[in-house]
């Protein structure tokens, strides 16, 4: 069975800073034409920090559409054409004042694939070398370490919500064999 819808029309409704936001007329595989709406997003990266110690650096932080403070790892988003290495990096030194030695990807996600474009590129980042955090000015977050144990049974209960950090932390333990 064929799949593949086909954009007939695209319009965009709104430009943003970060995003753009259209509204598609797509020929769905029946031949009939149905309206879709995309968010178009420059995706972004996430880092899990693992000190030598098995801790991990966990960063809370507001997030405004939830009202609500936010533990995660630390992550940032994308600027359009950006490497997400390089971005990896970046985001590592700002929030959590740390040089990685050793950075390994461990694949992307998805956020919201029904709606948005955009893609999550997951770090694992080891051999840590710590200095000061520089955040965005318009960036206010704490930080602070956790055991990675730990955070894999918050993971486990529900109490981090954060989808890129519940990915994160469950492939990073795959990856270790922890």
């Known amino acids: 069975m064929e799949l593949t819808e086909k954009t007939v029309e695209q319009n965009v409704l709104f430009e943003g800073v970060i995003i753009r936001v259209r509204k598609d007329q797509a020929e769905l595989p029946n031949g009939h034409i149905a309206g879709r709406e995309v968010v178009e997003h420059p995706g972004g990266v996430a880092v899990l920090a693992l000190h030598e110690d098995q801790t991990v650096s966990l960063v809370r932080q507001f997030r405004y559409p939830f009202q609500a403070v936010v533990a995660e790892l630390p992550a940032g988003k994308l600027e359009y054409g950006e490497d997400h290495r390089a971005a990896a990096l970046r985001e590592l030194e700002e929030e959590v004042g740390a ?41 206010f977050l704490e930080t602070e370490r956790v055991p990675f144990s730990t955070l894999v049974e918050q993971v486990m209960r529900g109490e981090l919500k954060d989808a890129k950090t519940v990915a994160l932390v469950l492939k990073a333990k795959v990856y270790l064999g922890l």
Do not use: I, R, W
């Open 99 to 139: 040089k990685a030695g050793k950075l390994t990807y461990l694949g992307c996600l998805y956020a919201s694939p029904g709606f948005c474009t955009e893609v999550l590129h997951m770090y694992l980042a080891q051999d840590l070398e710590l200095g000061a955090c520089h955040p965005d000015e318009d960036e």
